[in-house]
């Protein structure tokens, strides 16, 4: 018996982001990033509007909200200090 080809099935929190109005996405990021242990760990403004442009012109990205290479939600993810670009072979920022 032959091996099946697995199969890249569609990640069901993409599936619901995208389904998602952009106000709602907007709404659940904000909340999680004002937690207190996220707000003292944020990239300026300017840094985060580079880390965006960088992952908007990958092709890694999908859905227009998700790294491929980490499941990460980019909007949440370009935020955080502690985190890089996981792009393998080294990072675009």
């Known amino acids: 018996m ?4 697995p199969r890249k099935d569609k990640c069901r929190t993409c599936e619901k982001m995208a389904a998602m109005g952009e106000e709602e996405f907007n709404r659940i990021t904000d909340q999680y990033l004002s937690r207190e242990e996220h707000r003292v760990n944020l990239v300026s403004r ?3 509007i580079r880390r965006l ?5 990958c092709d890694s990205l999908s859905g227009g909200v998700t790294c491929e290479h980490c499941a990460c939600l ?3 993810m370009v935020r955080l200090k502690s985190k ?10």
């Not at 442009?53 to 012109?57: A, D, T, Y």
């Not at 890089?84 to 920022?93: A, K, Q, V």
Request: with cysteine.
């Open 53 to 57: 442009e960088i992952c908007h012109s």
């Open 2 to 5: 032959d091996n099946p080809i």
């Open 46 to 48: 300017e840094e985060t």
């Open 84 to 93: 890089s670009c996981p792009r393998p072979g080294g990072g675009r920022w």
């Open 74 to 76: 980019v909007p949440v």
